[in-house]
């Protein structure tokens, strides 16, 4: 196995996270983790040889991710969340209804994730990171720096609109 495979398989579940805990947007995630390991090949060819694999891939994404966004797509980024703020109050997510179930066709998938992507950034990343890589609610808010809670709450809030406009198709 090449010194970039190894650094790979050793590092890629930890980078998925960190750049979808930072990433604006959740269409976004794919090209920044192919992008980032662009980078970590380039580096390895130049002869970097890391002491911490994980720490030196990190880096890499956070640099991809600042080059990636503008400065005014950040701050508008930014606006529009604090815009959207919500009671801290603790939420439950049981239901009846499994999530999977909503999206066994290809159309209302598609339908599905236009809703999720018109979602405001910060709960299409929690949306990502607890659905998509099936993290737990305190791992998601942990990443996030958030309470689990608040988690929870938003969370709760995009799958029940979800459910109210998807229900009995």
Do not use: N, W
Request: proline share 2%; with cysteine; aromatic share 10%.
């Amino acid at each position: 196995m090449s010194g970039f495979e190894e650094i790979y398989e050793q590092t890629k579940t930890a980078a998925l996270r960190y750049i979808s805990s930072k990433c604006l947007k959740i269409t976004d995630i794919e090209d920044l983790f192919q992008e980032t390991y662009l980078r970590v090949g380039e580096a390895l060819d130049k002869g970097a040889e890391p002491r911490e694999p994980e720490a030196f891939v990190i880096g890499i994404a956070k640099h991809c991710l600042s080059h990636y966004y503008s400065a005014a797509q950040r701050l508008r980024a930014r606006i529009s969340l604090s815009a959207g703020s919500v009671s801290d109050e603790p939420v439950d997510l049981e239901d009846e209804t499994d999530i999977e179930s909503l999206v066994a066709d290809r159309d209302l998938y598609d339908q599905v994730f236009k809703e999720i992507t018109a979602l405001p950034s910060d709960v299409q990343r929690l949306f990502y990171l607890h659905y998509f890589l099936d993290l737990s609610l305190s791992e998601t808010a942990e990443l996030m720096g958030l309470s689990e809670s608040r988690v929870r709450q938003r969370l709760y809030q995009a799958v029940r609109k979800l459910r109210r406009k998807y229900r009995g198709r």
